[in-house]
């Protein structure tokens, strides 16, 4: 049966609620503060509650925020492929969202910042698997030339899917340069492709995307409330979002991303597993929360009580 495998990191959000942020040097009090796992935890969380296994193959620290992200990952049945845990703590995201459900992140890393070729072959990976490769990864000196060497040397029958995030912007840097030949899923959203291609809306975006990647890349665009763009050998097609009332952001892409790599190791067409995406980051959107993904009974029963327009 195929598996994920994650390479990114798993840290903790400090999720907090306000009307608005304070300008510069001022104060604003939060409606609610609480401690979640967050980062690279969500998409997994989001595949695992959607049928496809998952393994995290990043490190976690010792201490409270690092039983923190261990409890959470147990919680959902994935398992941790690195068994040892690193000396520092697991890193620390404050992820505030306000009365427009927009949210803002400071993060701060840690153990989950850095990973060797041994830890790396703590799990081996197999024919079938997706391998997910978060953009974050390659900003970490401690992690990043390891990744791609390993990544680079995984036999053709493994998928990798990368997801650039929002501090990767340009495809020129060395280390993306000799990933991206490797991508056989690109997921990112609006904002994110148009950063990365310098184009001016989402269809250059795909075509400009298609010159770097390789032919038979999938290609997936989220475009908020709209839906997402799924492309592939050049046709480019939107699959419609669906209309619902939106309460917080937070982890609806990272929804998005499980939910869509899950209905692909299941076997679904590109457009159904977009569909199904869509569903589940509408219902996330709906929830506090950064790993507010649906699980696979959810999604059916919102998709048959609903209308995508």
Wanted: net charge negative; glycine share 12%; aromatic share 6%.
């Amino acid at each position: 049966m195929p598996r994920l495998l994650h390479t990114g990191q798993v840290i903790i959000d400090l999720v907090m609620a306000v009307d608005k942020l304070p300008q510069p040097g001022g104060d604003v009090l939060a409606q609610s503060a609480r401690f979640e796992a967050g980062g690279g935890f969500n998409v997994m969380a989001a595949a695992q509650r959607n049928g496809l296994s998952v393994v995290y193959l990043g490190r976690h620290g010792t201490g409270r925020f690092g039983d923190l992200a261990r409890e959470a990952m147990n919680a959902q049945g994935i398992r941790i492929g690195i068994a040892d845990r690193a000396e520092r703590d697991t890193g620390l995201c404050v992820a505030v969202t306000d009365a427009s459900a927009e949210r803002s992140f400071i993060s701060y890393i840690g153990a989950e910042g850095e990973l060797t070729a041994q830890d790396l072959a703590s799990v081996p990976a197999e024919a079938g698997d997706y391998v997910y490769v978060s953009g974050y990864s390659l900003l970490h000196v401690g992690k990043a030339q390891a990744l791609v060497d390993w990544v680079l040397a995984l036999p053709g029958g493994i998928k990798v899917v990368f997801d650039p995030g929002p501090l990767v912007e340009a495809p020129d840097a060395p280390l993306m340069q000799a990933l991206l030949p490797r991508i056989d899923v690109w997921t990112s959203n609006r904002v994110e492709a148009l950063r990365f291609t310098g184009a001016l809306d989402i269809g250059e975006a795909l075509d400009r995307l298609a010159v770097h990647l390789p032919t038979e890349v999938l290609t997936v665009v989220r475009d908020g409330p709209q839906g997402c763009w799924i492309s592939q050998r050049g046709e480019h097609r939107h699959v419609p979002g669906f209309k619902v009332e939106a309460v917080d952001s937070n982890g609806a892409g990272d929804a998005h991303a499980g939910v869509f790599v899950a209905g692909l190791a299941q076997g679904l067409s590109a457009g159904e597993a977009a569909w199904r995406a869509n569903a589940a980051a509408a219902m996330a959107v709906t929830r506090w929360g950064p790993a507010t993904s649906p699980g696979a009974s959810e999604v059916d029963a919102f998709i048959s009580t609903s209308s995508g327009d």
